[in-house]
T-cell receptor, first 112, second 113 residues
């Protein structure tokens, strides 16, 4: 039981490049989330998926898109990376909305 | 909009002390409140979740309380150990749907041997 896994662990992009961050959970959870963590700003919700087939914007969705590929997987895409998107990205899941959230190990992204 | 504040931002204590970490929130109509631990360079580990109908939750040496009327939660750590050194974060939902957690800035705890 791996919990929540994220790939890659580290990534460096040039401004304007695109990439997709992958997240998978093996706990049969319905809800999944993407957060970013920045010094001085704390953790902020980017997007979430309350259940398979649905996605909703969080606090800071601009510049990102998401796909809930199936119940296990929830990906985050940066179409045209900007230096302001340099951050640590965390994926999380919970059994249902409002449930205890479990976090992955994070992806450290640097955009130059 | 929910705002969550944690004071102090950093705390250093000698091993063996009992300590209290504080978390305050502006909107008392919370769905629940969750406490996490984060080690440097790592993800978040869930410690305790308190539902809005509960007043406290316990896990081992940890006890979390919730007082919605005053907008406060505390995390009590008994007999602290150097292994407890980490950043502790509290989070409450942004809305009454419970999905969208708003995080406090965290308290960085150092327990000295």
């Amino acid at each position: 039981n791996a919990g929540v896994t994220q790939t890659p662990k580290f990534q460096v992009l040039k401004t304007g490049q695109s990439m997709t961050l992958q997240c998978a959970q093996d706990m049969n959870h319905n809800s999944m989330y993407w957060y970013r963590q920045d010094p001085g700003m704390g953790l902020r919700l980017i997007y979430y998926s309350a259940s398979e087939g649905t996605t909703d914007k969080g606090e800071v969705p601009n510049g990102y898109n998401v796909s809930r590929l199936n119940k296990r997987e929830f990906s985050l895409r940066l179409e045209s990376a900007a230096p302001s998107q340099t951050s640590v990205y965390f994926c999380a899941s919970s059994e249902d909305r409002g449930g205890e959230q479990y976090f992955g190990p994070g992806t450290r992204l640097t955009v130059t | 909009k929910q705002e969550v504040t944690q004071i102090p931002a950093a705390l250093s204590v000698p091993e063996g002390e009992n300590l209290v970490l504080n978390c305050s929130f502006t909107d008392s109509a919370i769905y629940n409140l969750q406490w996490f631990r984060q080690d440097p360079g790592k993800g978040l580990t869930s410690l305790l979740l308190i539902q809005s109908s509960q007043r406290e939750q316990t896990s081992g040496r940890l006890n979390a309380s919730l007082d919605k009327s005053s907008g406060r939660s505390t995390l009590y750590i008994a007999a602290s150990q150097p292994g407890d050194s980490a950043t502790y974060l509290c989070a409450a939902p942004l809305n009454n749907a419970g999905n969208m957690l708003t995080f406090g800035g965290g308290t960085r705890l150092m327990v000295k041997p």
